[in-house]
């Protein structure tokens, strides 16, 4: 069944600083997705920890968030049938080692923190993270 979706796809601070943002934006057009909505931004700590609070007992969080928080970002609204899930293959997994060929991670990342793109992992979820950057 194929539905009409929207998901939060960032690309992180490690791709933006390789200027690989309309290289990953190209494989997103490739792949079908539209971008609805995409701003490019830094976030403050205090909001990378809000963003993640989903992993706030993780060994990694700390890092994590001061990662997501170093430099700029662009935040997107991706839209396809069955995005949400279309994007998490595309992206691959979330160490850049076992990622397959031809996604996003395999391409670009560069470690397990540092592997380029976010993506939402639900229904419930891209929609609180589109809210978190797009609500207005
Ligand atoms: N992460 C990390 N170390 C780990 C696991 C995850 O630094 O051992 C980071 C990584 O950047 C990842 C993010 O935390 O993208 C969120 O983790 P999650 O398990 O949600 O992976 P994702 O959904 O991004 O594939
Ligand atoms: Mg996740």
């Known amino acids: 069944m194929s539905k009409l979706e929207q998901t939060l796809s960032i690309i992180k601070p490690d791709a933006v600083e390789r200027n690989l943002e309309n290289e990953i934006k ?9 971008i609805l909505k ?10 990378a920890e809000k963003f993640y609070k989903i992993h706030e007992t993780k060994p ?14 662009v ?15 595309l ?3 979330t160490n850049p080692k076992d990622a397959d060929d031809g996604t996003i991670r395999k391409k670009y ?9 976010h993506g939402s992992d ?9 809210d978190f950057f797009f609500k207005d």
């Open 26 to 34: 190209d494989m997103f057009k490739k792949n079908g997705f539209s």
């Open 38 to 47: 995409e701003k490019k931004i830094q976030i403050e700590k205090s909001e």
């Open 60 to 73: 990694f969080y700390k890092d994590l968030c001061d990662y997501l928080s170093s430099g700029p970002i």
């Open 75 to 89: 935040a997107m609204v991706l839209e396809k049938d069955n995005a949400i899930i279309g994007n998490r293959k």
């Open 91 to 93: 992206m691959g997994a």
């Open 109 to 117: 990342g560069i470690s397990i923190d540092k592997n380029s793109v």
């Open 122 to 130: 639900s229904i419930e979820n891209a929609k609180i993270e589109i």
